[in-house]
């Protein structure tokens, strides 16, 4: 199938001659002469690359300049939202310094969140941007994960830890363990007595609890989530009950995480907390109901930790697609998306590429 480019360009001459040009190499080329142009051909063709003027550095000779932007300006804004910008700035960095910041990664906790991240990341950039780019090589990106704790996936058994670890490796992922941040700027991260240079550093430590929490003057743990009954009421309040991420629930010892099953179980405690109570029965106190931990590494890479019963690696990988897939709501949403990861996954492609980036840095 011929790959659909979507060229915005104020220009109509110089639009012409690449459209010729491009078609003549073998794409299926839409054109757009200003932004809103382009956001109603984006949306129709669905294109599988968007190339906005600025980006090739040659057309910068023939770019007209002054007014007339606005509205390619207000396309880019809003297209900017949804695109992954560092190869492009890479890509027209000269300085080697400053273009391997672009190129470096840094992801910091080494939870599921941080785990898969950081793998689908080394994906990304071994193989999905590995052919876009003249100047740059994505397959040199560097991503670094970093845990202030001794291993990654720390509400996991040790050795699917380990396994995890390993598949990382295997992907080239470089692992920072034992080492917390002690401060992000704009140039990276500091570790203790390290600089990791970096224009890309994404949190997955951990979240902040709605200020919601605090505004209801109870006490509230230090991520700001509200210390809850055994029946998930606020103490003092048995007619105000706080569930999922905001509510912080200790069980057996230990925290009861913040993920979706528990909130969803949270959710249909309470429902029924009330209907007992309308009925005049006693309700027992919440208890999670913990049916196992899934993580995602990368493409047939994954651990599964279902109550003791560990798989690593592609049959973990399997589980954790027929899993997600079963969850779906309707057969339809079920079939769209095996379809689309089959896609993705044999062709190594996302539905679309936008690249651009300002003429000049500033
Ligand atoms: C990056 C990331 C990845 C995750 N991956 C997984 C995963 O793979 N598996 C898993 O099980 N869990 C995962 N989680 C956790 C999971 O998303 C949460 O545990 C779950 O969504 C909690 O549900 P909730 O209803 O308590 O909160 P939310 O889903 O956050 O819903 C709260 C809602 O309340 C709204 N809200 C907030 N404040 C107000 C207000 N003042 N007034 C009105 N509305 C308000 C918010 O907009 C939001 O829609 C992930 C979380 C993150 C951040």
Wanted: charged share 25%; glycine share 10%; with cysteine.
């Amino acid at each position: 199938m011929r790959k659909k480019l979507l060229l915005v360009e104020d220009n109509t001459e110089l639009l012409e001659l690449l459209r010729l040009g491009l078609k003549h190499a073998g794409y299926a080329v839409y054109t757009a002469a200003d932004g809103l142009e382009a956001l109603r051909k984006a949306r129709s063709v669905k294109p599988d690359v968007i190339v906005l003027d600025l980006v090739l550095p040659e057309l910068d000779d023939f770019a007209p300049s002054g007014d007339g932007r606005s509205a390619l300006a207000r396309a880019k804004d809003w297209l900017g939202t949804e695109c992954p910008q560092c190869g492009g700035a890479a890509e027209r960095e000269t300085d080697a310094v400053e273009r391997a910041k672009w190129l470096n990664f840094v992801v910091i906790g080494g939870g599921p969140t941080g785990v898969e991240l950081a793998g689908t990341l080394a994906e990304i950039a071994r193989h999905t941007l590995s052919n876009e780019f003249r100047h740059i090589n994505t397959r040199n990106a560097q991503i670094h994960l970093i845990e202030a704790g001794p291993r990654v996936l720390p509400s996991m058994p040790e050795p699917l830890s380990k396994s995890a670890q390993r598949q990382l490796e295997k992907l080239g992922v470089e692992l920072h363990l034992g080492r917390p941040v002690t401060g992000v700027d704009d140039d990276g991260v500091m570790l203790e007595g390290e600089r990791l240079s970096s224009h890309t550093v994404l949190w997955a430590a951990g979240v902040a609890a709605s200020p919601l929490g605090r505004m209801l003057g109870v006490e509230c743990d230090r991520a700001g989530r509200v210390e809850v009954e055994p029946d998930l009421s606020i103490a003092g309040h048995p007619e105000v009950f706080v569930v999922g991420d905001l509510a912080t629930v200790t069980q057996d010892g230990k925290p009861v995480p913040g993920v979706a099953p528990a909130a969803k179980q949270m959710g249909t405690y309470v429902a029924r907390a009330l209907a007992d109570r309308l009925a005049g029965r006693k309700t027992k106190p919440f208890r999670y109901h913990d049916y196992g931990n899934l993580a995602t590494i990368g493409r047939m890479a994954a651990v599964v930790d279902l109550r003791g019963f560990h798989l690593a690696g592609v049959l973990a990988w399997w589980f954790w697609l027929v899993a997600h897939v079963f969850f779906l709501i309707g057969f339809r949403n079920r079939l769209i998306v095996l379809i689309n990861w089959a896609w993705s996954y044999w062709t190594y492609q996302r539905h679309a590429r936008i690249i651009f980036g300002r003429r000049s840095r500033t």
